[in-house]
């Protein structure tokens, strides 16, 4: 496609927000040499888990976050092409679509992974990953569901004025009921148990 800034909207909006990972930093520079091996040994919980989640993370998360950052929201795309051409409303619909099966494509890949691989010592790592396997299952569900929602718009919406017709595909991918999930934060908990930060992605 000609250009990589497809809207995930609200489907997105579960899945991403952060980007970039880091071990947490000491910010006290007085720290005493004991303290800070300390800390060093208290920063990973599994070290093998740890390499697993980063990784796929970065290889199946992060491409997301990097592609679709500029759109969380309609209102974000709205005040994104006041600067940029717009592709005309059948393209806009097109890249929607796109965007939404590749990031199922990608939480896919992500989990199953995860499932695989994402074997841990620690129990509560354990616990935290097959939440967050189960919430992802439930939310490529509902990418499905916005999906078969956006292949009920007409003609007549094609017809639409640019904005009025990225609002009603911003109306369209809304849910009446949200499944059981939220994926994105249990991508959070289980940086702050692997004591990850990740860097804000607003722009």
């Given at each position: 496609?000609?250009?990589?800034?497809?809207?995930?909207?609200?489907?997105?909006?579960?899945?991403?927000?952060?980007?970039?990972?880091?071990?947490?930093?000491?910010?006290?520079?007085?720290?005493?040499e004991?303290?800070?091996?300390?800390?060093?040994?208290?920063?990973?919980?599994?070290?093998?888990?740890?390499n697993?989640?980063t990784?796929?993370?970065?290889?199946?998360?992060?491409?997301?976050?990097e592609?679709?950052?500029?759109y969380g929201?309609?209102?974000?795309?709205?005040?994104?092409?006041?600067?940029?051409?717009?592709?005309?409303?059948?393209?806009?619909?097109?890249?929607?679509?796109?965007?939404l099966?590749?990031s199922?494509?990608?939480?896919?890949?992500?989990?199953?992974?995860m499932?695989?691989?994402?074997?841990?010592?620690?129990?509560?790592?354990?616990?935290?990953?097959?939440e967050?396997i189960?919430?992802?299952?439930?939310?490529?569900?509902d990418?499905?569901?916005?999906?078969?929602k956006?292949?009920?718009i007409?003609?007549k919406?094609?017809a639409?004025s640019d904005?009025?017709?990225?609002?009603?595909?911003?109306?369209?991918?809304?849910?009446?009921?949200e499944?059981?999930?939220?994926?994105?934060?249990?991508l959070?908990k289980?940086?702050?148990?692997?004591?990850?930060?990740?860097?804000?992605?607003?722009?």
């Amino acid at each position: 496609m000609k250009n990589k800034f497809l809207v995930l909207l609200f489907a997105l909006v579960m899945i991403l927000g952060v980007v970039g990972c880091s071990k947490k930093a000491n910010d006290n520079a007085n720290t005493n040499e004991q303290t800070a091996q300390e800390d060093t040994a208290d920063k990973v919980v599994d070290e093998n888990y740890y390499n697993v989640y980063t990784k796929n993370y970065e290889s199946s998360i992060v491409p997301l976050e990097e592609s679709y950052y500029i759109y969380g929201n309609v209102d974000s795309a709205e005040k994104y092409y006041k600067d940029h051409d717009y592709p005309g409303n059948k393209e806009y619909l097109n890249e929607v679509k796109a965007a939404l099966v590749d990031s199922k494509e990608k939480v896919q890949e992500f989990i199953d992974n995860m499932e695989k691989d994402g074997k841990s010592d620690n129990e509560k790592v354990n616990k935290l990953n097959k939440e967050m396997i189960d919430d992802g299952k439930d939310l490529i569900e509902d990418i499905d569901k916005r999906l078969e929602k956006l292949d009920k718009i007409t003609d007549k919406d094609l017809a639409k004025s640019d904005k009025e017709f990225r609002r009603i595909v911003g109306d369209h991918i809304v849910l009446e009921k949200e499944g059981d999930h939220d994926f994105k934060e249990m991508l959070k908990k289980l940086d702050k148990e692997l004591n990850i930060e990740r860097k804000d992605t607003n722009r």
